[in-house]
Every structure is written in C-alpha cells, then in structure tokens.
C-alpha cells in the first residue's frame, strides 16, 4: 500500500501525517476541488455520451479499462454521477405544448409546502419542479398534448389545496438543453 509522508516528515516545512493512498482518493472525489484531470475527463464524456462504452471511455481518457471502471465506480459512490439516462424526444411523446407555471401558495408553512410538493409529483404532466425565490414560490415545467389537454393539467394545479395562484409561459421555442458544462 503506498502511503503520504509520515507526520514526523516535513514538506516546504508543514507536518503531514500517514495517510493510506486509497483514503486520499476517497477524500479527493468527495471534495468537488479535488477531483483529477481524468475524473473530469470522465465526468465530461458521460455527461456528453451516456452510452459510450467503457472501452471507447478507457480509451478516450488515456486509461486502461481497470482502472478508469474503478473511477466510475468512485464517482457513482461519491454522488457525482447519480444515474444514466437516454434523452427523450419530449413533443413525439407527451405532447408539443410546454409550459412553465408559476405557482404562488396560499401559505408557506412547512405543512403547505409539503402537501404542494407531495400533490405536484402526482401530475404525470409535470416534468420539473423547483422551489424560487421572487413572487411566485415555484416554477413547474409541464407538457400537454394539445391547449385542451393543458387546460385540464391546469384545472388539476388549481385543485391542490395549498396553491393560491397560477400563471403560465408558453415556450414558443427551446434554444438549449444540456448538461452541466462548467466541470472544473
């Protein structure tokens, strides 16, 4: 097992103390500042092609199959990758008319925010869901089939006890949807 300087060793004069090297890569992928080149290498194709296979990944990162599996595997136990999905082609499936609600609660108590969220994950049409600051307490995605369909998604909305006030956005034209690219 390779280990740091033990705590009677000095470098550019600090004390260090005997840390086994696996506990340091643990520590390395569980503070965000410390991830290697190759963990974001890692983290950047996955994100860009979830379905690349381990080998094309290996071979893309400079790494042997072995170890960049342990990599992944690392990275899945720290949180940084919490899933593999296939992206969806939305309006083929659910429908080409998509909202984003804004929703103001009556009250903002801790029980009236909990059945709001527990009666929001109900609507099958609804795709996200965020808590914001500013006027309205939380702004919805959803999608519809067609105007009538979205009209009974919003009279399902005004039918949660808690909501107060609706008002919608229609997306007219989606410039971008991606993930995350600011992995440092």
């Known amino acids: 097992m390779r280990m740091l300087p033990r705590s009677r060793d000095t470098v550019a004069g600090s004390r260090l103390r005997c840390v086994p090297w696996p506990a340091v ?3 390395a992928v569980s503070n965000e500042d410390l991830l290697d080149t190759l963990d974001r290498k890692i983290l950047r194709t996955l994100s860009q092609q979830g379905r ?14 072995t170890p960049t599996l342990r990599r992944v595997r690392r990275l899945e136990r720290a949180g940084y990758i919490t899933g593999y999905m296939a992206v969806l082609n ?7 008319v998509e909202a984003l ?4 609660l009556v009250k903002q108590t801790e029980s009236e ?24 307490d939380y702004l919805v995605r959803a ?17 949660i006890r808690a909501v ?15 993930a995350a690219q600011f992995i440092r």
């Open 101 to 104: 609600i804004s929703i103001t």
């Open 143 to 159: 999608l519809a089939r067609d105007l009538e369909h979205y009209q009974a998604v919003i009279t399902q909305l005004t039918r």
């Open 52 to 65: 690349i296979s381990w080998r094309e990944l290996a071979d893309s990162i400079g790494l042997s199959l």
């Open 164 to 178: 107060l006030r609706i008002q919608s956005a229609f997306v007219v034209k989606s410039v971008m949807r991606r």
């Open 25 to 27: 890569l643990e520590f």
């Open 113 to 136: 925010i909990a059945d709001f969220e527990a009666q929001i994950a109900k609507v099958k049409e609804v795709t996200d869901c965020f808590q914001i600051t500013g006027e309205a």
């Open 90 to 96: 939305e309006p083929r499936l659910a429908g080409s």
